[in-house]
């Protein structure tokens, strides 16, 4: 028999409703290859939550609250609470959060998370906030109150950044961090590089194509690579870094003579990540366009596609560059952290 796993998401917008689709799109899938049987039974948001303790339609409940903007015609509606107050309320297994979060405070997220460890359920966030500002703490409530946190959706969406440290580099210390970890800016370079596009140009192609936002500023400044860089360092490497701790250098402004030196010099101009130890034990990061050769495993990243290089002690260097930048991505990111947590679980 299937082990019924009991869900809530907070945090409805374009990330958590796919994540809703997924659970019911991979429903056949995560009981015959899992035996497991995911059930959404709340849904946190900031103008009325869903408590629905029998389970809900997944992807009806997406439908409707895009079309209607919110849950009002729901019978499972409790309009006066908010993503914590379901938290603290409902009887649930896990959380999935993605509400959207001030990256300098971690909230409202980090109350989520620190309410729900504290119950002992288990988390899955795409947050990054929360573990660049409270890693060390939320880690330690977990293991106090032995729940499962997993956050690779917070770290480059589908990209398996940190499956890949703590998993297939499991025994071997790692020693250094590369990555190609923001796809905007990834974008912005290759089409400079390859079609002779000024910055300007590229950006606006960029944004056309909702690769980029409105405003670019996370992206092209490097804070977006920054803040991905603090929490893998973090999780991979044992540092405490903040995104202030980080060295940062974005690619705004950048001239297209620029690129095209680089190109002439035989060198690929890519917006890179960098986390290093000293021979003290000591971790610094670094984010700026570094000048790659081309048979640096991170030149081949074209496009809005991410990667990441680890240096280890003993396994050397490993790579490992894709996964889909976007909302479905993120959200598929989220359902494989949920399937990994439970999947030994069934008997």
Same mark, same amino acid.
Request: charged share 25%.
């Given at each position: 028999?299937?082990?019924?796993?009991?869900?809530?998401?907070?945090?409805?917008?374009?990330?958590?409703?796919?994540?809703?689709?997924?659970?019911?799109?991979?429903?056949?899938?995560?009981?015959?290859?899992?035996?497991?049987?995911?059930?959404?039974?709340?849904?946190?948001?900031?103008?009325?939550?869903?408590?629905?303790?029998?389970?809900?339609?997944?992807?009806?409940?997406?439908?409707?609250?895009?079309?209607?903007?919110?849950?009002?015609?729901?019978?499972?509606?409790?309009?006066?609470?908010?993503?914590?107050?379901?938290?603290?309320? #409902? !009887? *649930?297994?896990?959380?999935? /959060? =993605?509400? +959207? @979060?001030?990256?300098?405070? &971690?909230?409202?997220?980090?109350?989520?998370?620190?309410?729900?460890?504290?119950?002992?359920?288990?988390?899955?966030?795409?947050?990054?906030?929360?573990?660049?500002?409270?890693?060390?703490?939320?880690?330690?409530?977990?293991?106090?109150?032995?729940?499962?946190?997993?956050?690779?959706?917070?770290?480059?969406?589908?990209?398996?950044?940190?499956?890949?440290?703590?998993?297939?580099?499991?025994?071997?210390?790692?020693?250094?961090?590369?990555?190609?970890?923001?796809?905007?800016?990834?974008?912005?370079?290759?089409?400079?590089?390859?079609?002779?596009?000024?910055?300007?140009?590229?950006?606006?192609? #960029? !944004? *056309?194509?909702?690769?980029? /936002? =409105?405003? +670019? @500023?996370?992206?092209?400044? &490097?804070?977006?690579?920054?803040?991905?860089?603090?929490?893998?360092?973090?999780?991979?490497?044992?540092?405490?870094?903040?995104?202030?701790?980080?060295?940062?250098?974005?690619?705004?402004?950048?001239?297209?003579?620029?690129?095209?030196?680089?190109?002439?010099?035989?060198?690929?101009?890519?917006?890179?990540?960098?986390?290093?130890?000293?021979?003290?034990?000591?971790?610094?990061?670094?984010?700026?366009?570094?000048?790659?050769?081309?048979?640096?495993?991170?030149?081949?990243?074209?496009?809005?596609?991410?990667?990441?290089?680890?240096?280890?002690?003993?396994?050397?260097?490993?790579?490992?560059?894709?996964?889909?930048?976007?909302?479905?991505?993120?959200?598929?990111?989220?359902?494989?952290?949920?399937?990994?947590?439970?999947?030994?679980?069934?008997?």
């Amino acid at each position: 028999m299937a082990v019924q796993i009991k869900v809530i998401v907070c945090g409805f917008g374009r990330v958590g409703r796919e994540f809703a689709r997924l659970i019911q799109e991979k429903a056949e899938l995560m009981q015959a290859t899992y035996d497991l049987d995911a059930v959404i039974v709340g849904i946190g948001e900031l103008n009325g939550s869903l408590h629905c303790p029998g389970g809900l339609n997944p992807a009806d409940t997406a439908d409707a609250f895009e079309r209607e903007g919110g849950f009002a015609c729901h019978p499972g509606l409790k309009a006066a609470w908010q993503g914590l107050d379901l938290v603290r309320s #409902a !009887q *649930a297994d896990a959380l999935i /959060e =993605t509400t +959207p @979060t001030d990256i300098r405070t &971690g909230e409202p997220a980090l109350s989520h998370i620190r309410e729900a460890l504290g119950k002992g359920m288990n988390v899955v966030s795409a947050n990054k906030g929360p573990f660049i500002r409270a890693y060390r703490e939320l880690t330690g409530l977990a293991r106090k109150r032995n729940a499962s946190l997993k956050i690779s959706a917070a770290a480059a969406a589908a990209l398996p950044t940190i499956d890949v440290a703590e998993t297939c580099l499991a025994g071997a210390e790692i020693l250094g961090v590369e990555g190609v970890l923001n796809g905007t800016t990834n974008f912005i370079l290759s089409r400079m590089r390859t079609n002779g596009q000024s910055y300007e140009e590229a950006l606006a192609e #960029a !944004q *056309a194509l909702g690769i980029a /936002e =409105t405003d +670019p @500023t996370l992206d092209v400044e &490097g804070f977006d690579t920054a803040n991905k860089l603090a929490l893998i360092t973090n999780v991979c490497m044992g540092a405490d870094l903040t995104p202030d701790d980080v060295e940062r250098t974005g690619i705004a402004g950048m001239s297209l003579e620029d690129v095209q030196r680089a190109s002439a010099a035989g060198k690929i101009m890519r917006l890179v990540g960098v986390s290093k130890r000293d021979e003290a034990g000591r971790v610094s990061a670094r984010v700026a366009p570094e000048l790659l050769s081309p048979d640096h495993p991170l030149a081949g990243v074209e496009g809005a596609e991410k990667g990441i290089t680890y240096t280890s002690d003993t396994m050397d260097r490993v790579t490992v560059v894709g996964g889909k930048s976007d909302p479905r991505g993120a959200a598929a990111a989220l359902l494989k952290d949920l399937i990994n947590i439970y999947r030994h679980t069934s008997s």
